[in-house]
Each structure stands twice: as C-alpha cells, then as structure tokens.
C-alpha cells in the first residue's frame, strides 16, 4: 500500500468513527474484515493518532476556523483536517506541504471545492504558525 493510499484508508476510518460510538480496535477490525484492507503502521499511528489526541487536534482547528464551529463544519472536512493536523503536528516524518497537499487532494475527491479551499485555508495557517 502506498503512502497516499494509506493516508486514504486513515481518512476512511477516521469519518466512520464519526457515525460510529464503537472502540477504535474495532473499527479497524471491522474494516479491514469488511473492505479486505490491511492496515500498515501509518493507517494505525493516525488513526488511532487522531482519537488519542482529538480534544488538541479539534483546538487547533477551532482556533484556525474563524467563525467557524466544529459542529458546523462538514463531517468529510473534519476527518481531513484531523488527520493533516495531525500528520503537521505529531508526524515529523511527513512535509508540512505534502500533509496540506494530500488533505486537498482528498478534499477534492470526498468533498466538495469549497471544502478544498476552506481545508486549504486552515492547513495554511496552522502551517505558518508551526514554521
């Protein structure tokens, strides 16, 4: 499995748990049962990355989403912008600019061009904050 599509798979999981009140091992489970994916390191590290540091990760985003609330931003955006928060903030390996880059990219496959622009916006700025 490729980085991208990995990063993929982490997206997926982490916008099931968002309709999902189940343990974090048993979505995992249940996915990779389900879709016959088999998650690497990275599709593990995030996701279970995300959950385990949900409350700073939402933080962030809150304080970048000028007049924005999280219960008002899309269910798809939120996914994405947690896990490209938390590759920028917990994930030294990956380049701030390939986070924001592929947290696009996905935007733009899931979601809609606003969403893009709107994730792009905030991964800009939180960038810049940790440059």
Same mark, same amino acid.
């Given at each position: 499995?490729? =980085?991208?599509?990995? =990063?993929? +798979?982490?997206?997926?999981?982490?916008?099931?748990?968002?309709?999902?009140?189940?343990?974090?091992?048993?979505?995992? /489970?249940?996915? +990779?049962?389900?879709?016959?994916?088999?998650?690497?390191?990275?599709? !593990?590290?995030?996701?279970? @990355?995300?959950?385990?540091?949900?409350?700073?990760?939402?933080?962030?985003? /809150?304080?970048?989403?000028? @007049?924005?609330? #999280?219960? =008002? #931003?899309?269910?798809?955006?939120?996914? $994405?912008? =947690?896990?490209? #928060? *938390?590759? $920028?903030?917990? *994930?030294?390996?990956?380049?701030? /600019?390939?986070?924001?880059? +592929?947290?696009? +990219?996905?935007?733009? !496959? *899931?979601?809609? !061009?606003?969403?893009?622009?709107? $994730?792009? @916006?905030?991964? /800009?700025?939180?960038?810049?904050?940790?440059?």
């Amino acid at each position: 499995m490729t =980085r991208k599509q990995a =990063r993929e +798979e982490a997206f997926i999981l982490i916008f099931e748990k968002e309709f999902n009140d189940d343990a974090l091992e048993d979505i995992l /489970s249940l996915a +990779e049962e389900v879709r016959d994916i088999k998650a690497d390191e990275y599709v !593990k590290n995030v996701f279970f @990355g995300v959950f385990n540091n949900v409350e700073k990760i939402d933080e962030v985003i /809150s304080q970048n989403a000028v @007049g924005w609330t #999280i219960k =008002r #931003i899309t269910k798809t955006a939120l996914a $994405i912008l =947690r896990l490209a #928060i *938390y590759e $920028i903030e917990f *994930y030294d390996e990956i380049p701030v /600019s390939v986070s924001i880059n +592929e947290a696009v +990219e996905l935007a733009k !496959k *899931y979601a809609t !061009k606003e969403d893009a622009s709107f $994730i792009n @916006g905030i991964l /800009s700025t939180v960038a810049k904050q940790n440059a």
